[in-house]
Structures are given as structure tokens and as C-alpha cells.
């Protein structure tokens, strides 16, 4: 069966530090991904889009890595900050179809 | 740029009301429209894909006579929930999408519905 697995519902990291979240998947094969973070209440707001022909992404502080083999990307954000703390999803596409994952929850403590 | 507004933010109402929730793109023109439901702490689901002037198509499980969905024009889509029922409470939240398939989507800040 499709499945897209963030890795798990939950990460608090202290703040200073780099967040990695992954985002792994099974039976898809997207021709891009795209990250977005949920604030409580809010609708999803998009942060980076790579292609399958991509391996690498930045924006700032963030940074996305897309391995077609591995089935997996992973989503960092250097210097995290509390301002940080959000639910990110990531979201698989192709042609007119994409799929979310169901979110991390990431917590930056001060 | 690329606002879109969801109305309402929030609504409360008895069994068998139908309510009608409106996604606007502010500053673009939307080509496609999505409409999903999201339930505490997981994962968006989508409902169904709209294009301006066609009917929407929807997700398998999704009952069209129960959601119906208009895209009138390249700036307004409605979800119309009709005889509401409890089970039917959830966060809607709607998207757009101006071009191609891989832009991203735009999303509104949903709207909770509660069904008393």
C-alpha cells in the first residue's frame, strides 16, 4: 500500500541546534516534494518545493534533500529558533495529484 | 502575495443545517482549487480538486451529493455541507493553485465546523 511516514509525531530539539525531520515513502514515485509548516489553527503554509531530479534545496535556514532511491527526503533547519516551533508536513506530487504526510510536531526550546 | 481567505473561521450549528464555506484567492487567479478536511493531529485528507468552470472531481469515499463544491470563477470556490451531522465536525481548509501541477498551494486558514 501508499504510504508517507514523517519520522515521528513529535521532535523537541534545544534551540541553537539544527532540527532534521524526514519524510520517507512507500509505493509513490513523485516527480517533486514539497515542505509546509502548520501553525495551530492555521492553514499550512508553503516553505520549499524540490524536484526528483533535484538533490538539494536551501532558503535561508532551511535546507531539503531528496534521495529517489532512499524513498526519503529530510528537511533541516540550522539555528533553530523557538519561533520555529510548528507542525511541518511534507507533501508528495505528480501530475495533478499530491499527498500530505501527517506532520511533525517540532518544539524549540529557548 | 498569494493570499487566500477561507470564510468563515468558524462555525457552530444544529443537525440537518447545511453550511456553505467560501476560498478566496485575494491577489491571483486560481486556477485549480482543493478542498480537504483535517483531523487533530493528522494528516491533511483531500476531498476534492476543482478547476474554474468544471465540475470537481472527488476523492474516492467522498459523497458528492453530501460536499458540493462550485468553482465559479478563477477567485471563488465553495464547499457546501449539506444536511450536516455531527460526524461531519472537523477543520475544512481549502487551497489554490495558479499553473502547473508542481506550484505550490496556497492555503486558506480553514474553517471549524461543529454540529451539534
Known amino acids: 500500500s501508499q504510504k508517507i511516514e514523517q519520522n515521528s509525531e513529535a521532535l523537541n530539539i534545544q534551540e541553537g541546534k539544527t532540527a532534521t525531520l524526514t519524510c520517507n515513502y512507500t509505493n509513490y514515485s513523485p516527480a517533486y516534494l514539497q515542505w509546509y509548516r502548520q501553525d495551530p489553527g492555521r492553514g499550512p503554509v508553503f516553505l520549499l518545493l524540490?524536484?526528483?531530479?533535484?538533490k538539494e534545496k536551501r532558503k535561508e535556514r532551511l535546507k531539503v534533500t531528496f534521495d529517489t532511491t532512499l524513498k526519503q527526503s529530510l528537511f533541516h533547519i540550522t539555528a533553530s529558533q523557538p519561533a520555529d516551533s510548528a507542525t511541518y508536513l511534507c507533501a508528495l506530487g505528480w501530475l495533478n495529484d499530491m499527498r500530505f504526510g501527517a506532520g511533525t510536531r517540532l518544539t524549540v526550546k529557548p | 502575495g498569494a493570499v487566500v481567505s477561507q470564510h468563515p473561521s468558524w462555525v457552530i450549528c444544529k443537525s440537518g443545517t447545511s453550511v456553505k464555506i467560501e476560498c478566496r484567492s485575494l491577489d491571483f487567479q486560481a486556477t485549480t482549487m482543493f478542498w480537504y478536511r483535517q483531523f487533530p493531529k493528522q494528516s491533511l485528507m483531500l476531498m476534492a480538486t476543482s478547476n474554474e468552470g468544471s465540475k470537481a472531481t472527488y476523492e474516492q469515499g467522498v459523497e458528492k451529493d453530501k460536499f458540493l463544491i462550485n468553482h465559479a470563477s478563477l477567485t471563488l470556490s465553495t464547499l457546501t455541507v449539506t444536511s450536516a451531522h455531527p460526524e461531519d465536525s472537523s477543520f475544512y481548509i481549502c487551497?489554490?493553485?495558479?499553473?502547473?501541477?508542481?506550484?505550490?498551494?496556497?492555503f486558506g486558514d480553514g474553517t471549524r465546523l461543529s454540529i451539534l
Open positions: 524540490i524536484r526528483e531530479n533535484e
Open positions: 487551497s489554490a493553485r495558479n499553473g502547473v501541477s508542481n506550484q505550490p498551494q496556497h
